[in-house]
């Protein structure tokens, strides 16, 4: 029998083409001009901060300001004093059931809010809880929500993956089913006429999912103003991308969509990637891709240590070389907008309000036994009665 080698047809051998790697550096960018403390001033991200497909990157020339770093230097670590209280939480068995953290990963929630309007939507998936403070909600909201108290943003009910507000579309729990969804919010925004983008964002591990690509081939033939973001913190659970995707340029993998890959660990490169990607969306081209390169520190869940499928050196160099709250902070000091003191008085008022909250959390109620059968149906469509576990069990309206 013939070799595969012998009847393989002779083909010209192809030389790597050399591509310029992302820069994922959380302090890389330069001021361009003295940095003002009235007005706007103007910084430079670093060459490599973006890269892209079938389109143009966005400017490295960025307009920023004081109140604007240092209101995002602040909202950033509240989003960690918060996660960091739910895993505290969790581990004092007061958090049941399942809880994903998204710390190291500040700079994608913080910096997609700050390029982004009120009125856009967003749906992720379960590393949830930055967002949904972010859209309107509140950290005892979201504690509540953690711990089932009446105070909860779904009332209790809901637990760490379902939490909404009217421009947050929910964390969801089936890997990937939340980007059809996205999907359809974008085809309402279209059929509304407004100009409203929605960031449909899921992870490197749902990245091959087929109702992921099915979303992108209606979004595309429709032209929807949907941004599909993959938030790629390099591990689906305990795999890496490299084992799961054979292509791990995510911001490529949308056939005719454009894409652009971006340094999620640096909050300016965040929010200059999510105005292009907005302003594109809005203006009638149609979906784009937007990925993030980021990390996260803990593991997959609370129930997973995070250390058996990469090593601890690995954890603490990304800890201690490319922290996006560390990042702005250096930022924030060589450009003489805060000193050290001022930034560790931003750091105290964000660990009050968190524990704060985390107290008024608790000190809130469980759902009672007649909460169980309210926000079943949206308010007035309930039918006459609903049964419940058992046949006798019945709840009239």
């Not at 308010?379 to 609903?386: D, E, H, N, R, V």
């Amino acid at each position: 029998m013939a070799s595969l080698a012998r009847i393989r047809p002779h083909l010209p051998r192809r030389l790597p083409i050399a591509v310029r790697g992302l820069q994922t550096s959380a302090d890389t960018t330069q001021l361009t001009e003295d940095a003002h403390h009235s007005k706007p001033f103007t910084v430079r991200l670093h060459d490599d901060s973006f890269r892209g497909h079938l389109t143009d990157t966005p400017s490295l020339e960025v307009e920023v300001s004081k109140d604007e770093l240092l209101g995002m230097y602040k909202t950033m670590n509240l989003m960690r004093r918060m996660e960091q209280a739910a895993d505290a939480l969790y581990k004092q068995k007061l958090i049941r059931g399942f809880c994903h953290l998204a710390i190291g990963q500040e700079a994608v929630s913080v910096g997609l809010e700050a390029g982004i309007t009120p009125q856009d939507s967003v749906i992720t998936a379960y590393r949830c809880h930055p967002f949904a403070v972010l859209r309107g909600g509140t950290i005892k909201g979201v504690i509540g929500e953690l711990l089932g108290r009446q105070c909860g943003m779904s009332h209790g009910k809901g637990g760490s993956m379902h939490i909404f507000t009217k421009s947050f579309f929910g964390g969801n729990g089936i890997v990937g089913a939340q980007v059809p969804v996205g999907a359809g919010i974008a085809l309402a925004a279209k059929y509304s006429g407004k100009p409203i983008a929605t960031y449909a964002m899921y992870g490197d591990g749902a990245s091959n999912q087929g109702q992921v690509f099915e979303a992108f081939n209606m979004a595309k033939l429709w032209d929807l103003p949907c941004v599909f973001v993959c938030e790629n913190n390099k591990y689906g659970m305990g795999t890496s991308a490299e084992r799961s995707s054979s292509n791990t340029e995510y911001f490529t993998r949308g056939d005719k969509i454009p894409g652009i890959q971006a340094n999620g660990m640096d909050i300016i490169a965040v929010k200059q990637a999510v105005k292009f990607t907005r302003d594109w969306v809005t203006s009638g081209k149609g979906p784009i891709l937007l990925e993030f390169v980021t990390y996260r520190y803990g593991g997959h869940s609370m129930s997973d240590p995070g250390t058996t499928y990469r090593t601890r050196e690995e954890i603490q160099r990304m800890r201690s070389t490319q922290d996006p709250i560390r990042g702005l902070q250096r930022y924030i000091e060589e450009w003489g907008l805060a000193s050290e003191e001022d930034l560790k008085k931003l750091d105290k008022e964000a660990k009050t309000e968190v524990d704060h909250a985390v107290e008024e959390a608790k000190a809130s109620p469980v759902p009672s036994d007649q909460d169980l059968w309210k926000d079943v149906y949206y308010k007035g469509t309930a039918p006459p009665f609903l049964r419940g576990r058992e046949r006798e069990e019945v709840h009239y309206y």
